[in-house]
């Protein structure tokens, strides 16, 4: 035990005897090497300042030996959110969060299939599929233009993040304007139909063809987003029913080069402000990405908001 200086067998304000004696508990004379830091500095300094620098030590000493772990030693951010990331905490498998607006909800159009106007292709073996060029079932007929494939992208607008296990059925008309089930000479037909599920990333992705552009309305893509993969294809609740415009430029190429018979004359007819889907805002939300040439086709990409 490390000795103890016999402080209060001396009068109050008496100072230490040069010879004083050390004791232990018992009373017993401790050895020189055993009486402790205080002993030590008594004998370069006078009992004033090593007991001030003793105290001083003692305070760093314990504040060292009780503070908690720090965020710096552990190597753990005071925030509760992992550095490196925005992503929120609720977020972390589904990318980062994102601004994004609202696409507004506009017409299916006369030619769904979707079992509110005749047809339902909905409920058909074949239906869900990435390849919506060919026609599936009784007729195995390939719809012919300007390759393009073309994703979507869903997030929610409360929170920005994408959203994955929702579903997305598409559908669009042909290089002549036509639309599979429906329009003369194609009733037997069901291409450029096709449902996915949106995957880990919200995204879906349909390889087709460039739409031609018909009488009244702008080169346009429409799509139905349900709830999940079940819900689409056993008409269940719809979440969202929209289209996406194709750019000028790239419809121009396309139409100038390519058999799409009356379509550079029906785009020259119209305008994104001046149709009737997308003229209340010139289709802002709606207007794709498409990046390509008419040799080798084309990829559009949209993120949508819902």
Same mark, same amino acid.
């Given at each position: 035990m490390t000795g103890q200086p016999a402080a209060d067998r001396r009068p109050s304000g008496a100072t230490r005897?040069?010879?004083?004696?050390?004791?232990?508990?018992?009373?017993?004379?401790?050895?020189?090497?055993?009486?402790?830091?205080?002993y030590d500095l008594e004998t370069l300094f006078d009992r004033r300042t090593a007991l001030g620098l003793f105290g001083a030590a003692g305070v760093g000493l314990l504040a060292a030996c009780t503070?908690?772990?720090?965020?710096?030693?552990?190597?753990?951010?005071?925030?509760?959110?992992?550095? =490196? #990331?925005?992503?929120?905490?609720?977020?972390?498998?589904?990318?980062? @969060?994102?601004?994004?607006?609202?696409?507004?909800? $506009?017409t299916q159009g006369p030619y769904p299939a979707d079992g509110s106007n005749g047809a339902n292709v909905l409920d058909d073996s074949g239906i869900v599929r990435s390849d919506i060029r060919s026609s599936f079932g009784a007729s195995t007929t390939t719809a012919e233009g300007v390759p393009l494939t073309f994703s979507l992208t869903v997030r929610d607008v409360a929170t920005g993040l994408v959203m994955p296990g929702l579903a997305v059925y598409a559908w669009h008309c042909d290089a002549d304007g036509k639309y599979s089930l429906y329009s003369d000479g194609v009733e037997n037909e069901?291409?450029?139909?096709?449902?996915?599920?949106?995957?880990?990333? =919200? #995204?879906?992705?349909f390889t087709s063809i460039f739409p031609?552009?018909? @009488?009244?309305?702008?080169?346009?893509?429409?799509? $139905?987003?349900?709830e999940s993969l079940a819900n689409a294809t056993s008409a269940g609740r719809i979440l969202k029913t929209s289209q996406i415009a194709l750019p000028q430029e790239v419809c121009e190429a396309v139409y100038g080069r390519a058999d799409y018979p009356g379509s550079t004359a029906n785009l020259s007819g119209t305008s994104l402000t001046r149709d009737n889907v997308f003229g209340e805002d010139g289709g802002i939300t709606q207007l794709a990405t498409?990046?390509?040439?008419?040799?080798?086709g084309y990829v559009s990409t949209l993120t949508i908001g819902i």
């Amino acid at each position: 035990m490390t000795g103890q200086p016999a402080a209060d067998r001396r009068p109050s304000g008496a100072t230490r005897p040069p010879q004083e004696q050390w004791l232990d508990a018992d009373g017993n004379v401790t050895d020189e090497e055993d009486r402790g830091l205080v002993y030590d500095l008594e004998t370069l300094f006078d009992r004033r300042t090593a007991l001030g620098l003793f105290g001083a030590a003692g305070v760093g000493l314990l504040a060292a030996c009780t503070a908690g772990p720090s965020s710096e030693a552990t190597g753990t951010p005071s925030s509760a959110t992992p550095s =490196g #990331t925005n992503e929120p905490a609720t977020g972390a498998t589904t990318g980062d @969060s994102v601004s994004v607006t609202e696409v507004p909800d $506009e017409t299916q159009g006369p030619y769904p299939a979707d079992g509110s106007n005749g047809a339902n292709v909905l409920d058909d073996s074949g239906i869900v599929r990435s390849d919506i060029r060919s026609s599936f079932g009784a007729s195995t007929t390939t719809a012919e233009g300007v390759p393009l494939t073309f994703s979507l992208t869903v997030r929610d607008v409360a929170t920005g993040l994408v959203m994955p296990g929702l579903a997305v059925y598409a559908w669009h008309c042909d290089a002549d304007g036509k639309y599979s089930l429906y329009s003369d000479g194609v009733e037997n037909e069901n291409y450029l139909r096709g449902v996915q599920e949106t995957s880990a990333q =919200g #995204t879906v992705t349909f390889t087709s063809i460039f739409p031609a552009c018909y @009488s009244g309305r702008w080169p346009h893509i429409h799509f $139905e987003v349900y709830e999940s993969l079940a819900n689409a294809t056993s008409a269940g609740r719809i979440l969202k029913t929209s289209q996406i415009a194709l750019p000028q430029e790239v419809c121009e190429a396309v139409y100038g080069r390519a058999d799409y018979p009356g379509s550079t004359a029906n785009l020259s007819g119209t305008s994104l402000t001046r149709d009737n889907v997308f003229g209340e805002d010139g289709g802002i939300t709606q207007l794709a990405t498409v990046t390509g040439d008419v040799s080798d086709g084309y990829v559009s990409t949209l993120t949508i908001g819902i």
